[in-house]
């Protein structure tokens, strides 16, 4: 791939005249320089053979992408090697299929989506000012690393082969590569664990006050962001923690003065955000709650400074529109994607938040907004469809799901 300079100091790619159009893929974001830095250093390292390496962990084809000497600097989760991907280099998920149809995916989700809901959660958060989650968007990528078909490995190998033996036929193909993955792009966030790590630490070595009051407000962050994009699969596993120590010795306890010395730094970020945005709320065997409504920090009523946060943009439809615009904006790119089945993911995301408003002006706590009765805000068929012009006589139908799943507790 070609660059040249924007006059920003940062690269972006040109189109070379003996590619054909179809086949460019464009990861420039001019909205976000520091981001399309990232994405092209990945690209220039991805093109010399190496900086990408398969996820051992979970149940998809997930992989680091790092720079020459090693540093990771993101996730990139392709679309064809999702769970039930027919790419997907692990097993396991072939097997749950073969053997427990029954129980094959989660049937309130659009299967095959998950990179969409990664750069959706991403967006949610960066609207509401949360920045727990680290950058997502959806970008192309290819690298030899990842599961290709033998179909297109001999393919690519067969047109460099023609290409350096007979260069004027070479020329004449559309690509001699690999082709490109389309996936989410998650930049890397260094010297986090895992929350169950941390909270188990937690239980038996208290945080000073400053630091215990910034990890509820980040941990209400969570809970905002995990509600409003229904999320089906938050366990203490896939959200993150990071603790700074202080300089002094924290066994010291009590006899610590935090107010003259540095108190430690925590923070937390929100990974592992593909199975969000469902189309219905869960209704058949398992009911997918939020794991961390079990922790006693969800018992503690919100926060005025997360009702200061996220109160005033919630209460404005206007606001709640424009996020939904934006995913539609967002979600439209895939080739699956159907307006129908948008409008009712867009119809559980405004009930969320109608519950979520409604729990912050009553001052109800993170387990009490889990157990309000679950809602969703339809548009009615009259009303404007997204893309389209909005009008002030848009109207909307709110109702309350009766059926819940069979198993609440999973």
């Known amino acids: 791939m070609m660059y040249s300079d924007n006059g920003t100091g940062l690269v972006k790619p040109d189109v070379v005249a003996e590619v054909e159009v179809d086949d460019y893929y464009d990861n420039y974001c001019e909205n976000d320089l520091e981001f399309s830095r990232i994405i092209r250093d990945a690209e220039q390292v991805l093109d010399t053979g190496i900086g990408a390496e398969l996820i051992q962990k979970g149940t998809s084809g997930s992989y ?22 027919h790419l997907n280099p692990k097993w396991t998920k072939w097997m749950h299929k073969l ?52 179909i297109d490995r001999a393919k690519s190998r067969t047109k460099k082969n023609i290409s350096e033996k007979f260069p004027d036929i070479g020329r004449r193909f559309h690509r001699l590569g690999l082709p490109p993955k389309t996936g989410s792009f998650q930049t890397f966030v260094s010297g986090y664990r895992d929350a169950d790590f941390w909270l188990r630490k937690f239980e038996s070595e208290s945080l000073p006050e400053s630091t215990s009051k910034h990890f509820l407000v980040q941990f209400q962050k969570l809970v905002v962001l995990d509600y409003v994009i229904r999320n089906t699969d938050r366990g203490n596993d896939n959200w ?131 157990q309000m009765p679950v809602v969703i805000v339809e548009r009615s068929k009259s009303g404007y469809g997204p893309g389209r012009p909005r009008t002030t006589s848009d109207t909307f139908v709110q109702s309350f799901v009766k059926r819940s799943p069979f198993f609440s507790w999973c």
């Open 99 to 150: 053997c427990c149809p029954c129980c094959f995916g989660r049937s309130c989700l659009v299967p095959n989506q998950g990179y969409l809901s990664e750069a959706g959660a991403s967006l949610v958060d960066q609207r509401l000012q949360l920045n727990i989650v680290p950058k997502t968007k959806v970008v192309r990528l290819v690298s030899d690393t990842f599961n290709y078909t033998a």
């Open 64 to 85: 680091y992408i790092m720079e020459e000497t090693g540093v990771k600097i993101g996730v990139f989760k392709p679309k064809d090697e999702e769970p039930y991907g």
């Open 240 to 370: 993150l923690i990071k603790y700074d120590k202080s300089d002094v010795d924290e066994q010291e306890g009590d006899d610590v003065d935090w107010s003259l010395v540095k108190p430690p730094e925590i923070s937390i970020a929100a990974i592992d955000n593909g199975l969000a945005f469902p189309f219905k709320h869960p209704d058949q065997w398992r009911a997918y709650p939020y794991h961390w409504a079990w922790l006693s920090h969800a018992k503690i009523p919100f926060s005025q400074e997360i009702k200061d946060l996220v109160l005033p943009q919630l209460s404005d439809m206007t606001f709640v529109e424009d996020l939904c615009d934006e995913l539609y904006v967002l979600f439209k790119g895939d080739k699956g994607f159907d307006r129908r089945t948008f409008e009712k993911q867009m119809a559980v995301l405004r009930g969320q938040i109608l519950n979520l408003v409604q729990a912050l002006k009553d001052g109800k706590s993170p387990v009490q907004l889990v």
